[in-house]
């Protein structure tokens, strides 16, 4: 599974690591799998905790923001106003094409940042970015990936987990979904589904697998060759 690659910072890994994209949609259940497969050695790479690092007080894409946004994008202190943000890039006052705005500061930030995270990682076979965002910046993201999984789970299921488990409203749920890929979209770039509604000890299971296959498979003659959709 390969994107075009358009930054040099991503220069091609050794064909002894495999790179894989991991997505899914919001409150599917990604960063468990993230976690259990830097358990199992893999070194992660997290897209949202890069996106959090460059809205900190003095972060990167601070001034860009505010400049872009107003002085209300920021708090007192200096960081990213995360509730105006939300409310006027995804929510009822957003204006047209302000996600696109914010997109365009943020992206190129992060991707610097991953390749960074990437060059310094020599202990691993497997390097997984987590890119929560993926199907809608596939054509653009500057590396390859050896294979995409995306992480699924009914939109009912993931509506009831962002009630409970992150406190948003209803509206609020429903917001974050429609502003994000379609889970068609996201199966479209992806050669490997993990089910997230299944239950908790089947889907370690169907992680640990997955993972194992992929190791089998750098050590195979021809690096890349497909692991069935889905495992």
Not at 64 to 75: H, M, S, Y
Request: hydrophobic share 45%; charged share 20%.
């Amino acid at each position: 599974m390969k994107t075009r690659s358009i930054w040099a910072g991503f220069s091609r890994i050794s064909m002894a690591i495999m790179r894989i994209g991991l997505t899914g949609g919001i409150a599917a259940g990604k960063s468990t799998v993230a976690a259990r497969f830097a358990e199992l050695g893999a070194i992660v790479i997290d897209y949202d905790a890069l996106a959090h690092r460059i809205v900190e007080p003095g972060g990167e894409a601070i001034a860009q923001i505010a400049q872009a946004f107003g002085p209300d994008a920021l708090l007192p202190d200096g960081a990213l106003n995360r509730s105006w943000m939300a409310d006027h890039v995804f929510g009822a006052h957003a204006e047209p094409g302000a996600r696109e705005r914010l997109d365009a500061i943020e992206h190129p930030l992060v991707y610097q940042l991953a390749a960074r995270q990437e060059r310094s990682c020599s202990t691993s076979d497997i390097i997984v970015h987590d890119v929560p965002l993926l199907a809608e910046v596939i054509g653009s993201i500057p590396l390859s990936f050896d294979h995409i999984i995306t992480v699924e789970a009914p939109v009912c299921m993931r509506i009831e987990r962002m009630i409970e488990e992150r406190g948003m409203s209803l509206e609020q749920a429903e917001g974050r979904i429609r502003h994000q890929s379609s889970e068609a979209e996201r199966r479209a770039i992806a050669n490997i589904v993990i089910d997230s509604a299944q239950p908790m000890s089947r889907m370690m299971a169907q992680v640990d697998e997955i993972y194992q296959r992929l190791l089998a498979q750098i050590h195979m003659p021809t690096h890349n060759q497909p692991i069935d959709k889905p495992l």
